[in-house]
């Protein structure tokens, strides 16, 4: 949603867009407009089909977890990061705390901390990610 919009009194809806962020260069590669937030989902893939993604590393808010959008990213040479929310997000928390108890012994990660200064705050980011995902409780029906 593109903040200041909508105006609730006057009944006006708010402007969606779904964009296409390059972090590192603080750049709107692509964006698409979209009806309603629900809309994300269908916008998403055509989003990614104007993309290049060969090398690049996709990072997606929670209702990008779809299989065809993994699919999309994978089928172009990308690699993913999703957000998870609710009990799968409680899993996973729950699995890095226990390999952090045990210093990540036999756990395959990769590690990156970032420290970022911003509007006088500092921001330290700790990323943890590992391919190790047979214990999920519903590994089954994983994205990839």
Known sequence: MVKGSGNRRNQKEPFWVVSAWAADRDLVL?????????????????????LLLNGCIVSIDAMGCQKEITKKIQDAGGEYVLAVKGNLHDEISNYFE????VTFEYVTHD???????SRCRVEERLL?????????????ARLS
């Open 128 to 140: 943890y990610v590992t391919d190790d995902i047979d214990w999920l409780p519903m590994r089954d």
């Open 98 to 101: 226990q390999a952090e108890a």
């Open 111 to 117: 590690f990156h901390r970032s420290i970022e200064e």
């Open 30 to 50: 692509t964006h698409t407009q979209v009806s309603e937030k629900a809309n994300e989902i269908t916008a998403i893939p055509k989003i990614l089909e104007v």
